[in-house]
């Protein structure tokens, strides 16, 4: 019998499950050995039956707490599908100030009522990742998530084996590249942290790698900060840099030095 694979959303663009909706050929591969019992994106069917859940999204409500526990009680293995899953996603960040505050910034031009204190939705959010609220298995990082990745992944899964995702910097593949290093030209680059597996897709085109695949097991921060002011990068927009997908390794961190603060 093949496994039952099913697929859930939470907050996020659905940009991951589009890049599975778009694998072409390679999903008639997939559907040979698996079944898709939930894919709210391509078909109506649902179940409850499955053994595989791949994730997307953030959690964000209590609502969205009792939905993936119960999610995770019904997989026998739960896979966090991209970075919103994974690390919070882009909207983590918003955990930084008050709903209040975020709403102002993002609609300046909005009533007073609607931005009133008395409005409930003007709690502090709480964008959680997947694996503060459940055990999450394994990983497909990235925003979007690579279609290869996830090929693979489904395929390692179905032979018993665990997935392998790279556990080295995107530095690697850019050297590998022949990539003329971003830091020589006066631009600010997250690779050193960043998990590679994109093949450095980012600085390949010139463009400033922003760690959507999270970061490496080890992080060498310091020495990442050094190489930045070595090449006189400002600070302010490193650590701005810094938290585009990434403010879950920071926001411990942040609130500790809040609480020292009062
Ligand atoms: S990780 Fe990126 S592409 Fe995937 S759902 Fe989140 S925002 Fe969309
Ligand atoms: S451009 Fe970025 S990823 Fe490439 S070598 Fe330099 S720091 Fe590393
Ligand atoms: S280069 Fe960096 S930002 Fe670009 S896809 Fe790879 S990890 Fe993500």
Redesign the pocket.
């Known amino acids: 019998m093949k496994p039952k694979v099913a697929f859930f959303d939470f907050a996020s663009c659905e940009g991951c499950q589009l890049q599975i909706a778009n694998l072409e050929e390679q999903i008639i591969d997939v559907l040979d050995v698996v079944d898709i019992v939930a894919f709210r994106e391509i078909m109506t069917d649902d179940s409850e039956s499955y053994d595989i859940a791949f994730v997307e999204g953030s959690i964000t409500r209590p609502i969205d707490e009792k939905r993936i526990k119960k999610i995770r009680k019904n997989a026998k293995i739960l896979v966090a599908l991209g970075a919103c899953a994974h690390l919070g996603g882009v909207q983590k960040l918003g955990n930084q100030w008050t709903s209040k505050e975020n709403l102002k910034h993002v609609y300046p031009q909005a009533s007073s009522m609607v931005i009133s204190d008395s409005n409930p939705f003007f709690e502090k959010p709480k964008q959680k990742a997947l694996d503060e609220v459940v055990k999450v298995d394994f990983i497909l990082p990235g925003c979007p998530i690579d279609k290869g990745e996830f090929v693979k992944l489904v395929s390692a899964l179905l032979h018993g084996k665990k997935p392998s995702i790279p556990d080295y910097s995107?530095?690697v593949e850019?050297?590998k590249a022949e990539?003329e290093?971003?830091?020589t030209i006066g631009k600010f680059?997250m690779?050193?942290l960043a998990r590679a597996g994109c093949g450095?897709i980012c600085?390949t085109y010139g463009n400033e790698?922003e760690a959507c695949r999270g970061y490496v097991s080890h992080p060498h921060e310091n020495a990442h900060f050094a190489v930045l002011e070595k090449y006189g990068l400002d600070p302010d927009e490193i650590l701005h840099r810094k938290t585009m997908f990434t403010y879950r390794y920071h926001e411990k961190k942040d609130q500790n030095k809040k609480e020292e603060a009062k």
């Open positions: 995107v530095c850019c050297k990539n290093c971003l830091f680059c690779g050193p450095a600085p790698c």
